[in-house]
């Protein structure tokens, strides 16, 4: 990605990328609030939604944002139909106004997200992330994240541990993330400062897993 760039001669910021998070219960007013909050604009509590638009049109042009990048799509889903179809024509609005590119990250739901207006489904291309299997990718990907996870002594795992981890993540990338690192916070508090096979082999997940990774 494109990072953040400020020009000190002319002090402007320059923004090409942007990236927020779909609000858990999606409606026109959380939507540009959120984006106002990541825009680090400062909001009226009375300011009504067309000023909320155009104040974060303005910044956006002003930073000069090209890709606007959405992760949790899958959660306009949440909202009822009429609020589902403000959000998505809030999305296709932005990107005419703006000429600007949306990435848009989430489960399966996602694609029946965007579905819902045929005309924005129409301007994204669709890729799938395959499960991890077990197999030396798989390895090699632990090996990475274990490498650049700050404990002070290093994790070494067995096959068996690697395979129960596969196991209970169910091969999800993020699962496989949220496991290590809380594994990682647990050998911290214990002063272990490594991860351990018998810690692998006791952890199990603090809420439903099946519900937490869908």
Known sequence: MDPPSFNSITGKLKTPVLAMEMTSRPGERRFYAGLLTLLGAPQRPRADIAQMEQAALRIMEAIGVQVLVIDEV???????????????????????????????????????????????????EQFTLNRWAANEQFEILIALILRNTPLRLPSVLTAKSLRRMLQITEGVTANIFHIINSLAIEAIKSGQERITDAAIEKWEPEFDAEAAFA
């Open 74 to 124: 899958h959660n306009i889903l949440a909202g009822s139909y009429r609020e589902q179809r403000i959000v998505l024509n809030t999305l296709r609005f932005l990107s005419n106004r703006l000429q600007i590119s949306l990435v848009c990250f989430g489960v399966n739901d996602a694609r029946e997200a965007i579905g819902g207006d045929v005309q924005l489904a129409r301007r994204f």
